[in-house]
């Protein structure tokens, strides 16, 4: 999948990249086996004023994107739109793709920043993460989930907010409120990575539940949970 400043995602055939047909989006645009996916249109009031203020032309612009493990889902994120787009495609034809089997089936909007890097999660399949480009935490959202989709992950700090105001006055460089985030990856075992110009910091998600991640929960969470299963007990007839 390549992104760049188009308003569209263009899913390529591997091969065409390691012959070297390809050299230049230009080719990518009239290739006949390269397929086109557009990129929505925000229709948040908010994200179209930035656009035109920003001069990035007439339609939304993309710089990251990425697949999930089972390439049944890919994902892009407008920086111009601030926004994440999701794309899905039937298991039964992932790997010769056309323009008609994709669908878009989730957008991420309402940022107040740019969104830019983002990646699946692995081990589980439809969750991902993303970032704007300054902010105190990261997104995560289910693509196929309905109502409540998304929640934030909370950055660790190396610098609480007084500090960084004196750190930057003192740099003489303009204030921002949070960290500039510079990537998000994945790893095995549901662990994420994000790179901030602060610090590095490592969150792992559970992909199942056991007694071992039980105890890493607070108190409260873990008394809460036990009276859900104790609650969902059928009484002995």
Known sequence: AV????DAMFLVPLD??????????????????????????????????ARQSSH??????????????????VAASSDNERYVAVWHTPPSSPSSPSATSWQQIKFFGHHSRPCLPLSFVDGLDSTLV???????????GDALIG???RGWLKLPE??????????FQAMLHPHIDGQRVTGVASSTGGRVYVATTELLSRHTFATEWDANIH?????????????VLLGSRQPAC
């Open 3 to 6: 992104v760049g400043d188009v």
């Open 16 to 49: 065409l990249v390691v012959n070297g047909t390809l050299s230049d989006m230009s080719q990518m645009i009239n290739h006949s086996a390269i397929q086109r996916l557009e990129l929505p249109s925000s229709p948040s009031p908010s994200a179209q004023a």
């Open 56 to 73: 990035q032309g007439s339609g939304p612009n993309s710089q990251y994107c990425a697949w999930n493990a089972s390439s049944s889902l």
């Open 130 to 140: 993303w970032s704007e480009d300054i902010c105190g935490h990261v997104c995560v």
């Open 147 to 149: 109502e409540k989709d």
């Open 158 to 167: 190396r610098l609480n907010k007084r500090k960084r105001k004196y750190v």
């Open 215 to 227: 105890k890493r929960f607070p108190k409260g969470f873990r008394d809460a949970a036990r009276q």
